[in-house]
């Protein structure tokens, strides 16, 4: 089973910063596609940055300039970092990995999600 923990939110004034982790642990043979989604009150859980395999990034129009998503492999570990917060990033931040466990089956794991507020 592969288990994805994320740590990092909290609160923060607008335009100030934060950077989430996603701390996976468990075995798998491969990553092919990893995200940050967030879901805010009241609304659906929306894309936030993507990472797929070769290093491609994408971002939602909403965090783009301000985002950045980032992966270590050595630590096992998928990063955003946060830039000029908004009010409206406040949300509950998910990470999200899909790839082959050891025994060749796919998984699509996501974390338990960890909270961003942007208040003054």
């Not at 070769?54 to 096992?76: E, H, L, M, Q």
């Amino acid at each position: 089973q592969v288990r994805l923990v994320e740590s990092g939110g909290g609160l923060v004034q607008p335009g100030g910063s934060l950077r989430l982790s996603c701390a996976a642990s468990g075995s798998f043979l491969a990553i092919n596609h990893s995200g940050w989604y967030r879901q805010a009150p009241g609304k659906e859980r929306e894309l936030v940055a993507t990472l797929s395999r070769g290093d491609t990034t994408d971002y939602a129009d909403s965090v783009k300039g301000r985002f950045t998503i980032s992966r270590d492999n050595a630590k096992n570990t998928m990063y955003l970092q946060m830039n000029s917060l908004k009010y409206e990033d406040t949300a509950v931040y998910y990470c999200n990995q899909k790839g082959v466990r050891l025994s060749g089956r796919a998984y699509d794991s996501w974390g338990p999600g960890t909270q961003v507020t942007v208040s003054s």
